[in-house]
Each structure stands twice: as C-alpha cells, then as structure tokens.
C-alpha cells in the first residue's frame, strides 16, 4: 500500500474539518511554561484530531512536549496560543471527561484497598452513590483480571497490578477520553509487553478512546492505531500515521522492524527530506515540514 506524503508548514497549515466531527480537536496549539530565565515554548503550532475509539499515540523524543499537550488536553495547562476541544467544547479545566493515568502509581491512597481505590473519584466526584460505585468498581476490576485483590492494600502489590488498579480506575469514571502519559516505563520489560497485551485486550472489549505518550517508538507502533510523530523541542507535528496493521505479535519482525527504522528517520532527520525511501506500509503518511 503506498504511502500518500502531504507536505505543508506551520505557518501556513489550515485547520481542515473531518466528514464527521472528531471526539478531539487540537488547533494549532502552541504551549509555553515560565523558568527563572526566561519562557521557553514546548510545542509549537500542533493540530491533531482523535477520532472515537481511536487509540492515539504521542511519540517523539524527551523534551518535544507529549506529556505538556497530554496535561493541555487534561485542561492542567492553558494553551498560549490554539484551542483544544472534546466533543465540541472548549477545554479551559480539568473535567471527569477527562481521565489521566500517569508514570508513576504511588498516586493511590495507601490506606484504601483495591476497590476502595477505585470507587474513591466515583465517589469524591459525586458520580455515584456507594452502591453503585460498589458495582461498577467491581466490574472494572474483574475486566482487568483483579477481582481477587479487591480487598488488597497497594503496598502488597507488584508495579503492573498497580497499573491495572489504575486503569480500572480511570475506567470507572467512563471518561470521553482516556489520557495514559507513559504509563509502562517504570515497569521492566516482560511487565511491560504483558501490561501492553492486557491494555490491548481491555480496549477490544471496551473501546474507549485512548491518548497515549510514548517515546518508544516499538510501544506506539504496537499500542497506536494512529501516531503523531513530533519533532524535537520545541514540538512541532512531523508527521502522522496510521499504524493500525501492528500488534505485539509483530515485535521483531522485518516490516516491524523496517517500519520503526523509518519513522525514526522522520523524527530525528535534521534535514527533513520530504522523501521515504521506502513506503510504510501504513493507509497514509502526513509529512510536516
């Protein structure tokens, strides 16, 4: 399947409607953040577009801005320029349709069990009666294969079961969208591709909308079924893909491989050669220069 190249700048790049309305709508979002020094801009004039049920990838290097737009699109940090919608409405706050999942899993009370953690932002949100949270905590924790440790503390339990305490949890709440910011890189390797299997096979039978950060480009090929490639700091969109051909069963095979070879030429090639050797084997490729 050959690949279809669309070159266009950030300075002249319009903002071009889909047929149907997207879940999310990133315009030409450029983000800054203060340092003692000076401002320093993360991302610079990206737009994107998140389709439901879409898993969608941020890849790119340290520094280029995926976990800021991740925060952005949590409505943590306001845009300096560019606007950010869900489902037709401005994000200027953090909302419960909205669901983040971080690195790091200390983030679960330790005083309350499994469930208890679970059931804690049905409750504090005033989404739920107990009964109800009671109910449906129950039921994501058995779609993520840990009803039997319902009543467990976090502290007796390995780094990927806290994992899927917290996607159960994310997932209670039923967001528009889940936003997972790296969420498998403190986990070492055989955790992680498990973690990234169960994440996969929640998502066959849930279908949420995932936004997912990543700087392995292996991770985004496997989880993604679209990739945005961004640039190195500041963040500009290189590039856009689909990837949906791949899943971990393809991990160390020639295309895999070739295609992971490539799309690390398009993030990190200085001179931006609108050019691919070889076609990816992806629907299309969207090139910015």
């Known amino acids: 399947m050959n690949a279809v190249l669309q070159g266009h700048t950030a300075s002249n790049s319009t903002w071009v409607p889909a047929p149907q309305e997207a879940l999310l709508q990133v315009r030409n979002v450029s983000l800054e953040y203060r340092t003692p020094e000076r401002v320093v801009r993360a991302t610079h004039e990206v737009s994107f577009e998140v389709d439901r049920s879409d898993r969608f990838v941020l890849l790119g290097p340290s520094g280029c801005g995926k976990s800021t737009l991740l925060k952005a699109v949590a409505g943590f940090i306001k845009p300096s320029d560019g606007e950010i919608r869900l489902g037709g409405e401005r994000i200027t706050e953090p909302g419960p349709d909205r669901i983040v999942v971080f690195q790091e899993f200390d983030q679960l009370p330790a005083w309350k069990t499994v469930i208890e953690n679970v059931m804690f932002p049905l409750l504090a949100s005033r989404t739920l009666k107990r009964p109800q949270a009671l109910e449906r905590a129950r039921y994501y924790l058995e779609k993520v294969g ?6 467990a503390y976090p502290h007796t339990l390995s780094g ?5 305490v917290a996607i159960a949890r994310a997932l209670a709440m ?18 992680r591709r498990k973690m990234q299997e169960e994440l996969l096979e929640l998502w066959d039978e849930v279908r949420f909308t995932l936004l997912f950060v990543t700087h392995s480009i292996e991770e985004a090929l496997v989880i993604g079924n679209r990739i945005l490639l961004l640039s190195p700091h500041p963040g500009r969109v290189r590039a856009e893909i689909n990837s949906h051909q791949y899943n971990l069963q393809s991990l160390g095979g020639v295309e895999f491989q070739a295609s992971a070879q490539r799309i690390h030429r398009l993030l990190f090639d200085e001179g931006n050669e609108p050019v691919v050797e070889q076609p990816l084997d992806f629907r299309h490729v969207r090139i910015a220069y």
């Open 146 to 151: 840990l009803s039997a440790f319902a009543d």
């Open 174 to 191: 039923q967001p528009k969208i889940l936003l997972m910011d790296e969420p498998f890189a403190a986990l070492d390797a055989l955790t």
């Open 160 to 164: 990927g079961m806290k994992a899927r």
